[in-house]
Nanobody
Framework: VQLQASGGGLVQAGGSLRLSCAAS???????MGWYRQAPGKQRELAAV???????AYADSVKGRFTISRDNGKNTVYLQMNSLKPEDTAVYYC??????????WGQGTQVTVSS
């Protein structure tokens, strides 16, 4: 499964960005998620969504980020509002398939200036 992430960039605090991640359409995808890794820190979950629409968010992004997906396009989105400097990180999408394998996208940089 190939994942192509896009939508990162530089934004001022309080601004918004929308990330997209498209997976190869020929594969059945179960769970899709967004993780992030700030400099010097471990990769952490931001949000995850199942193919039935169940969603979970990290406490740090609840109320500000919204994850959604288009199952027909095997694409997951992350709408990020009210961004804070501490949201600065490389954001990675991943996808879980029925075999249990997990695949990762290449990462997209999000930088929030104060």
């Amino acid at each position: 499964v190939q994942l192509q992430a896009s939508g990162g960039g530089l934004v001022q605090a309080g601004g918004s960005l929308r990330l997209s991640c498209a997976a190869s359409r020929m594969f059945v995808i179960n769970t899709m998620g967004w993780y992030r890794q700030a400099p010097g820190k471990q990769r952490e979950l931001a949000a995850v969504i199942t193919n039935s629409g169940r969603i979970a968010y990290a406490d740090s992004v609840k109320g500000r980020f919204t994850i959604s997906r288009d199952n027909g396009k095997n694409t997951v989105y992350l709408q990020m509002n009210s961004l804070k400097p501490e949201d600065t990180a490389v954001y990675y999408c991943n996808a879980g398939v029925p075999s249990g394998n997990i695949y990762w996208g290449q990462g997209t940089q999000v930088t929030v200036s104060s």
